[in-house]
């Protein structure tokens, strides 16, 4: 969905103009950007939270050349859901008007009872575990490798091609 979209789904449900819908859209977006910008957060129960956040500076590589190449501190916008977003879109029920509160309590009431004890499990009662097997070395892997590519240049001389060149 991208934003004339969004503003036509708005403009249906709220039952106006799309000239008033595109700029109550526009309002919402402006709100947050400029909240976010000036270090605020802003926070929409139930769908999520929009905030700022600090890189520090690091050290990072160019993937094309290797070169180590110094990325300066800056600030980027965060977008963390929230739980009746989540549910929602994971298709659980109570996801599209119920509370989290509300949520969790069905959750809870939902979920089995256990009877079972466990056992506590000491150091000593736990068994160490076997060591592995060093793996092959690079030689038998190109050994293997070049047995495949003869095999592939074998099935590929039995072919069309093969016939035509001959």
């Known amino acids: 969905m991208n934003r004339s979209e969004l503003v036509e789904i708005v403009a ?4 106006s ?3 008033v819908a595109r700029r109550h859209v526009d309002a919402v977006f402006e709100a947050i950007v400029d909240a976010v910008a000036s270090g605020d957060r802003v926070l929409v129960t139930g ?3 929009f905030d700022r956040f600090d890189r520090a500076a690091r050290t990072a590589r160019n993937p094309r050349t290797g070169e180590r190449i110094e990325v300066a501190a800056g600030a980027v916008p965060r977008f963390r859901f929230g739980q009746t977003f989540k549910n929602r879109v994971a298709g659980v029920s109570g996801g ?7 949520i969790a309590a069905a959750e809870v009431a ?3 009872v ?5 056992p506590e499990v000491t150091p000593e009662a736990v068994p160490a575990k076997k060591a592995k ?3 092959k070395g690079k030689k038998a892997t190109t050994k293997q ?6 095999k592939k240049s074998a099935k590929k001389g039995s072919g069309k091609k093969a016939a035509k060149a001959r």
């Not at 249906?12 to 039952?15: K, M, N, S």
């Not at 599209?96 to 509300?102: M, Q």
């Not at 490798?145 to 003869?150: D, E, L, W």
Request: cysteine-free.
């Open 145 to 150: 490798a070049a047995k495949k590519a003869a």
């Open 96 to 102: 599209a008007g119920a509370a989290p509160a509300e």
């Open 12 to 15: 249906e449900r709220a039952g």
């Open 114 to 118: 256990v009877t079972e004890v466990v």
């Open 47 to 49: 769908f999520g939270t």
């Open 110 to 112: 939902q979920a089995p």
């Open 17 to 19: 103009d799309r000239a």
């Open 133 to 135: 097997k060093p793996k």
